[in-house]
């Protein structure tokens, strides 16, 4: 039996930035194996209980960040091999934050961006824990948003697939053409999300989708790099 209950703890921004790396995840893994096991850490179960008007306020950048502060990720790994961090970058630009998107006079490339707020969330976990565990961490970096990441499912337009802003309005044109529901801008929930991102649980469309956009194609390279095995449990 392995030694760990799951294989991933997701630490996101919110339950619909959870669904889409499920997805992502469960068709990253096809065909190698088993399909992983996977828990979400932040925000936690509790907290998003359907009809928990109260679930919205542990999302956000700012509790990834006071879940790495906390040293929350120590507990995760005594009971999942890797943990996945998500944020977007959208509001990096925040005092608290703290990852511009600009450098001088020059807009920060979307690869830039991913290893500025890396770095970021490394600050915030602490040098000695970084040292310790940085090798059971995955970065899901989205710029800027988990929307964008969408949009090279729904858009044939290289140039479209790649955009960093507007993508929610994107997204939901490109659903809108294909008689698809849309995502909701209030009220967001996690089937939205996971019905959005199907297609991503099917056997290499993770990998054709990075290839239209920059800071998806970090990530895939990421778990690329980790050359991650899931192995059948021995009876």
């Not at 000695?128 to 969408?150: N, P, Q, S, T």
Request: hydrophobic share 35%; glycine share 6%.
């Amino acid at each position: 039996m392995s030694e760990y209950s799951n294989d991933f703890a997701i630490v996101s921004d919110g339950v619909t930035d959870y669904a889409v790396l499920k997805n992502i995840l469960l068709g990253y893994f096809k065909g190698k194996g088993r399909d992983p096991r996977i828990s979400q850490k932040q925000p936690s179960m509790d907290a998003t209980m359907e009809g928990d008007p109260e679930w919205r306020k542990f999302g956000t950048w700012e509790n990834v960040f006071r879940y790495l502060k906390e040293g929350k990720h120590r507990d995760a790994l005594s009971y999942n091999k890797y943990i996945l961090v998500q944020i977007d970058t959208d509001l990096s630009e925040h005092p608290n934050f703290g990852v511009a998107h600009r450098e001088g006079n020059r807009v920060r490339s979307p690869k830039e961006l991913v290893v500025g707020v890396r770095d970021r969330l490394r600050q915030e976990m602490g040098e000695a824990d970084f040292a310790k565990y940085g090798a059971r961490f995955v970065f899901a970096i989205c710029v800027h948003a988990m929307e964008c990441w969408l949009l090279p499912l729904w858009v044939t337009d290289v140039r479209k697939a790649s955009k960093i802003t507007g993508c929610l309005d994107a997204v939901n044109r490109a659903l809108a053409k294909k008689n698809e529901p849309p995502l909701p801008a209030d009220g967001k929930k996690a089937g939205h999300y996971l019905e959005a991102s199907r297609h991503l649980k099917q056997k290499g469309v993770f990998r054709e989708m990075a290839q239209r956009n920059p800071s998806l194609k970090v990530f895939f390279d990421e778990l690329e790099r980790l050359n991650i095995e899931l192995t059948e449990d021995p009876d």
